[in-house]
């Protein structure tokens, strides 16, 4: 009883001591992980603010354009039109429209002015004198978009307008669709509202979806529950296991980043552990008899008509289960001088 004793402290203090080298080395590897995350999380967000910001500029080129004053005072919008159209499909923007001071649409490149966006966040920024941002899901164009409203200043100096920029969130997405890890942004209520992973769009990240509010940027009824994950916080760091289908790690690394200048939080998971995959090894075809290929019994090797040994210089062999490629040349080798080798596949 004592020896029994004696072996199972051992056993603990092995099965301890194996524990603590896995846990620090585990950790140590994280460490680089989380720098390539943050690395990658940061260029994810610069990508992001880097292409909006050039629809912003484009928005504030827009409102100062001698073309948009006119429009403003009441003539034709024909020509300012054309121009809209113009820049719109050199820019690549959904639309361009110019704005007056009630709201409504006096001219836009995709021809359906006439609509009013007095009451919106981004256009009573714009009568503020400020550039006026916000995200939507307007029935208007059926997909995401982005708004950018620039004031237009009139020569005595308080506002008679804007400059409406529509980005299509689509296109911004397309460069960076399917590249790793996955990234999301989610806006204030908690909903996924640009993502690489087409999947997590719509999503709430924090709460029941049934009692988000309907917002301007998502559908009543369109927002989902998160992916199952379980959070396993290991030495500061934030592991979640994952059951979020093929295109998302079961097991990874989470990261945040707050976006105050879009009001929006960059998140990333990378997997920190490669998914389970068995190497598959394929049985060879086994070569057919001497009796039916037609040969007599002298073509067979000297020493007893008995071929190499199943295991000896190769990995597999009949005693592991697994007979090699090179058991199986070796074999062929030695029946058939003439060359036969098993067919590959």
């Given at each position: 009883?004592?020896?029994?004793?004696?072996?199972?402290?051992?056993?603990?203090?092995?099965?301890?001591?194996?524990?603590?080298?896995?846990?620090?080395?585990?950790?140590?590897?994280?460490?680089?992980?989380?720098?390539?995350?943050?690395?990658?999380?940061?260029?994810?967000?610069?990508?992001?603010?880097?292409?909006?910001?050039r629809?912003?500029?484009?928005?504030?080129?827009?409102?100062?354009?001698?073309?948009?004053?006119?429009?403003?005072?009441?003539?034709?919008?024909?020509?300012?039109?054309?121009?809209?159209?113009?820049?719109?499909?050199?820019?690549g923007?959904?639309?361009?429209?110019?704005?007056?001071a009630?709201?409504?649409?006096?001219a836009?490149?995709?021809?359906?002015?006439?609509?009013t966006?007095?009451?919106?966040a981004?256009?009573?920024?714009?009568?503020?004198?400020?550039?006026?941002?916000?995200?939507?899901?307007?029935?208007?164009?059926?997909r995401?978009?982005?708004?950018?409203?620039?004031?237009?200043?009139?020569?005595?100096?308080?506002?008679?307008?804007?400059?409406?920029?529509?980005?299509?969130?689509?296109?911004?997405?397309?460069?960076?669709?399917?590249?790793?890890?996955?990234?999301?942004?989610?806006?204030?209520?908690?909903?996924?509202?640009?993502?690489?992973?087409?999947?997590?769009?719509?999503?709430a990240r924090?709460?029941?979806?049934?009692?988000?509010?309907?917002?301007?940027?998502?559908?009543?009824?369109?927002?989902?529950?998160?992916?199952d994950?379980?959070?396993?916080?290991?030495?500061?760091?934030?592991?979640?296991?994952?059951?979020?289908?093929?295109?998302?790690?079961?097991?990874?690394?989470?990261?945040?980043?707050?976006?105050?200048?879009?009001?929006?939080?960059?998140?990333?998971?990378?997997?920190?552990?490669?998914?389970?995959?068995?190497?598959?090894?394929r049985?060879?075809r086994?070569?057919?008899?001497?009796?039916?290929?037609?040969?007599?019994?002298?073509?067979?090797?000297?020493g007893?008509?008995?071929?190499?040994?199943?295991?000896?210089?190769s990995?597999?062999?009949?005693?592991?289960?697994?007979?090699?490629?090179?058991?199986?040349?070796?074999?062929?080798?030695?029946?058939?001088?003439?060359?036969?080798?098993?067919?590959?596949?």
């Amino acid at each position: 009883m004592r020896r029994l004793g004696i072996v199972a402290l051992f056993l603990a203090l092995v099965g301890g001591f194996t524990a603590g080298v896995w846990r620090v080395a585990y950790v140590a590897a994280l460490e680089p992980l989380a720098r390539r995350g943050q690395a990658d999380l940061s260029l994810a967000a610069d990508r992001l603010t880097g292409e909006l910001q050039r629809f912003k500029e484009l928005a504030v080129l827009m409102a100062a354009h001698p073309a948009v004053g006119p429009v403003l005072e009441g003539r034709d919008p024909a020509e300012a039109q054309a121009l809209l159209r113009s820049v719109a499909d050199t820019t690549g923007l959904l639309d361009l429209a110019i704005l007056a001071a009630d709201g409504r649409e006096l001219a836009a490149a995709s021809d359906a002015s006439g609509t009013t966006h007095a009451g919106t966040a981004h256009f009573e920024r714009a009568l503020d004198g400020a550039l006026g941002s916000a995200r939507a899901l307007p029935d208007r164009y059926r997909r995401r978009v982005w708004w950018f409203a620039a004031p237009v200043f009139s020569e005595a100096g308080p506002v008679t307008g804007a400059a409406l920029a529509v980005v299509d969130v689509e296109q911004v997405e397309a460069d960076w669709r399917g590249d790793r890890p996955a990234v999301w942004f989610t806006g204030p209520d908690g909903v996924i509202f640009l993502s690489n992973r087409s999947e997590l769009l719509f999503r709430a990240r924090r709460g029941d979806p049934s009692r988000i509010v309907q917002g301007p940027d998502f559908a009543a009824g369109q927002v989902t529950a998160f992916v199952d994950f379980h959070p396993r916080p290991l030495a500061g760091f934030d592991l979640w296991d994952v059951d979020g289908g093929p295109y998302l790690p079961d097991r990874g690394l989470h990261l945040q980043a707050d976006l105050p200048e879009i009001g929006m939080v960059a998140e990333v998971l990378l997997a920190s552990r490669r998914r389970g995959s068995w190497r598959r090894c394929r049985r060879r075809r086994r070569p057919p008899s001497a009796s039916r290929s037609g040969r007599s019994s002298s073509s067979r090797p000297s020493g007893g008509g008995r071929s190499p040994s199943p295991t000896s210089g190769s990995r597999g062999g009949w005693r592991s289960g697994r007979p090699s490629c090179r058991h199986w040349t070796r074999i062929c080798a030695a029946r058939w001088p003439s060359g036969w080798r098993p067919r590959r596949g």
